[in-house]
């Protein structure tokens, strides 16, 4: 079952090769930390090696929605730079979470974009670019709404890491 549930997660990472902002969850335990881009870079690339044997306990009705929403954003991400903006950004590492605040269960869904500057390479021209446009879209589109599954959960925040990779 894990080895499924691995490779679920592993499908749901691992980009096509071609430039472009590739999107991953960030790891939720303390086996990987990602706070600065040589811990988000060395991550990545054991996760790309199948390496990365920490898996989500996550029931699947969550882990679906958290695919779904994955591909929604990766696909947004995907039209925000051009070639030449991916050629000049290749290798940034951004960590941006999506969040619902501190919210009750009962109360209504507010999805926002938080990102720290101290983390990754997020105080870049590039990083800051791709906040403040997730942020546009988040706060405009109900596609990008928190997934309420997710929400009940208990899940009130999703760390995404954001590698411009011109590969």
């Not at 938080?114 to 879209?137: H, I, Q, W, Y």
Request: charged letters at 25%.
């Amino acid at each position: 079952m894990r080895f499924w549930a691995f490779g679920f997660l592993c499908f749901l990472c691992v980009g096509e090769a071609s430039a472009d902002v590739k999107v991953f969850f960030a790891p939720k335990s303390t086996t990987y930390e990602t706070n600065t881009s040589a811990e988000i870079k060395k991550y990545l690339e054991d996760l790309v090696g199948g390496k990365v044997v920490d898996l989500s306990d996550n029931p699947k009705a969550v882990n679906k929605s958290l695919g779904e929403y994955l591909k929604k954003i990766k696909g947004k991400t995907s039209v925000f730079f051009g070639r030449n903006e991916m050629s000049k950004y290749n290798g940034t590492v951004c960590k941006i979470s999506i969040t619902t605040g501190n919210t009750a269960p009962s109360d209504p869904i507010l999805t926002q974009v938080f990102t720290l500057g101290t983390l990754a390479d997020n105080n870049s021209e590039p990083c800051r670019e791709l906040n403040n446009k997730l942020m546009s879209v988040v706060s405009r589109d109900d596609v990008f709404k928190y997934p309420a599954v997710v929400k009940d959960y208990g899940m009130l925040s999703m760390d995404m890491i954001f590698y411009f990779n011109n590969n």
